[in-house]
């Protein structure tokens, strides 16, 4: 086994159900390369909070409101006192700016629930993803993790698995299909190949 591992934050907004996944790749040896050191939420009432709780893992709230235009400005202070090094945003409703992005330039990663380059960009987010797929009529669907950049879904694809849309969907059960057979899947999965990556100290 490895000794170093990458430190890990996970910003999250809701329910947390790909942080539970993190979660349990780290318990199961899925992700062995990188340790979930922080998990932060700009939300105070996020379900995730309580699953990073119950993990043992330290938790943070910074919220717009409290912060204002201090925001990211705190949010990096925070990974930065933690020494992190990968960033995975898990469900965290907020498009971050070029400032962020630029500062941990191929340290932050997202999953989007539909196969990019369909359905994402700015406004394409939740249920809002899979009405769009359906209104489309598309037989497939799926998730993507991506590199995060300036552009809202913009940066280098990492993993992508394709799920099928089935007659009679709803824009609620194909997000549950999504997330059960694509996302959680896809994300612990490029956590463990990016944290590996960072460990080896490859060129990112
Ligand atoms: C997921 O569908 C994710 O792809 C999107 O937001 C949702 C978050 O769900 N970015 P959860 O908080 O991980 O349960």
Not at 94 to 122: A, D, M, Q, W, Y
Request: hydrophobic share 40%; charged share 25%; glycine share 8%.
């Amino acid at each position: 086994m490895k000794e170093k591992k990458a430190n890990i934050a996970v910003l999250v907004s809701g329910t947390g159900t790909n942080l539970q996944a993190i979660i349990d790749a780290q318990k199961s040896g899925v992700i062995k390369s990188g340790e979930i050191k922080l998990v932060i939420s700009n939300k105070k009432d996020a379900y995730a909070i309580t699953r990073a709780q119950d993990a043992g893992i330290k938790t943070t709230v910074i919220t717009k409101q409290e912060y204002g235009e201090e925001f990211e400005n705190r949010i990096t202070e925070v990974l930065n006192e933690n020494s992190i090094d990968l960033i995975v945003l898990a469900g965290f409703m907020v498009i971050l700016t070029r400032r962020f992005t630029e500062t941990f330039k191929n340290r932050i990663i997202n999953v989007h629930p539909s196969l990019i380059p369909s359905f994402c960009g700015e406004g394409f987010y939740g249920l809002r993803v899979h009405k769009a797929a359906l209104r489309k009529g598309v037989k497939v669907t799926g998730a993507t993790v991506h590199f995060v950049n300036e552009i809202p879904d913009g940066g280098e694809i990492i993993e992508q698995k394709a799920v099928r849309v089935y007659p009679g969907d709803t824009p609620e059960k194909l997000q549950k299909r999504v997330m059960r057979q694509a996302e959680w899947k896809i994300l612990p999965k490029a956590v463990e190949t990016i944290s590996e990556r960072i460990i080896d100290n490859e060129h990112l």
